[in-house]
């Protein structure tokens, strides 16, 4: 599994950020008509959870293959990939509120071409834009250095007894920050980092970090923020 990805997004004309999708695929291309998306000059990142508790769960994991889209790893990704190895995880991942069921009712063989998709999704983006660096991860950033954090996330460190990866794709701890106004400090060596993982009714700011997961199935509301 890639740990960290980088983009050069200058040669796009538009660049956009887009929350957890959810399964909700008829949504999130509605969402790209509205702002006269187009796949041949245009780029799409996403933050993660691209399935689960939607219907649209294989048109979904068709955006992996697509040129002009983008996407880190979520929990629902890892969801699946550990599902697929034992019965434990999935019967957690298959219980309604997470909304897994769907995976294990298709052919073992199919299951397994998904789980090679989800472990080629990196962790941690980085996308640069002229001289702007922005962050996409999925659902914490536990470290307020950027640089310092990728090194922890190549190295496969440990904060406290959790692993790195497993943080960067389960905590909340950021977002319940920014959620009740805590003080959260700006993550030094990047201009912007964009997180998912945790609904907020609207894009919520603190600092230098955004969180952008809006609901989507849960709402209606596919969050689509123009970076470029």
Same mark, same amino acid.
């Given at each position: 599994?890639?740990?960290?990805?980088?983009?050069?997004?200058?040669?796009?004309?538009?660049?956009?950020?887009?929350?957890?999708?959810?399964?909700?695929?008829?949504?999130?291309?509605?969402?790209?008509?509205?702002?006269?998306?187009?796949?041949?000059?245009?780029?799409?990142?996403?933050?993660?959870?691209?399935?689960?508790?939607?219907?649209?769960?294989?048109?979904?994991?068709?955006?992996?293959?697509?040129?002009?889209?983008?996407?880190?790893?979520?929990?629902?990704?890892?969801?699946?990939?550990?599902?697929?190895?034992?019965?434990?995880?999935?019967?957690?991942?298959?219980?309604?509120?997470?909304?897994?069921?769907?995976?294990?009712?298709?052919?073992?063989?199919?299951?397994?071409?998904?789980?090679?998709?989800?472990? @080629?999704?990196?962790? *941690?983006?980085?996308? /640069?834009?002229? &001289?702007? %660096?922005?962050? #996409?991860?999925?659902?914490?950033? +536990?470290?307020?250095?950027?640089?310092?954090?990728?090194?922890?996330?190549?190295?496969?460190?440990?904060?406290?007894?959790? @692993?790195?990866?497993? *943080?960067?794709?389960? /905590?909340?701890? &950021?977002? %319940?920050?920014? #959620?009740?106004?805590?003080?959260? +400090?700006?993550?030094?060596?990047?201009?912007?980092?964009?997180?998912?993982?945790?609904?907020?009714?609207?894009?919520?700011?603190?600092?230098?970090?955004?969180?952008?997961?809006?609901?989507?199935?849960?709402?209606?509301?596919?969050?689509?923020?123009?970076?470029?």
């Amino acid at each position: 599994m890639s740990q960290i990805k980088y983009i050069n997004a200058d040669k796009y004309s538009k660049v956009f950020i887009t929350g957890d999708i959810h399964g909700s695929y008829a949504l999130f291309m509605q969402s790209l008509n509205k702002v006269n998306f187009d796949p041949e000059k245009d780029l799409v990142v996403c933050t993660g959870d691209l399935v689960d508790r939607g219907k649209e769960n294989l048109e979904s994991i068709t955006l992996i293959d697509e040129p002009w889209f983008e996407s880190v790893i979520g929990n629902h990704e890892e969801f699946c990939i550990a599902g697929f190895m034992d019965d434990y995880s999935a019967s957690v991942h298959s219980a309604t509120n997470n909304g897994g069921a769907w995976f294990y009712t298709l052919p073992l063989e199919q299951q397994e071409s998904i789980i090679d998709k989800f472990k @080629k999704l990196p962790y *941690i983006i980085e996308m /640069s834009i002229g &001289t702007t %660096k922005i962050g #996409i991860i999925h659902a914490d950033v +536990p470290i307020d250095d950027w640089e310092e954090l990728k090194d922890v996330v190549e190295q496969g460190y440990y904060i406290g007894s959790s @692993k790195i990866t497993d *943080i960067l794709t389960w /905590s909340r701890a &950021t977002a %319940k920050k920014i #959620i009740n106004r805590l003080y959260t +400090p700006s993550i030094a060596n990047i201009d912007h980092v964009y997180l998912g993982h945790t609904v907020v009714h609207t894009p919520l700011t603190s600092g230098n970090i955004h969180l952008i997961d809006t609901g989507a199935v849960f709402t209606g509301n596919v969050t689509l923020l123009r970076v470029k």
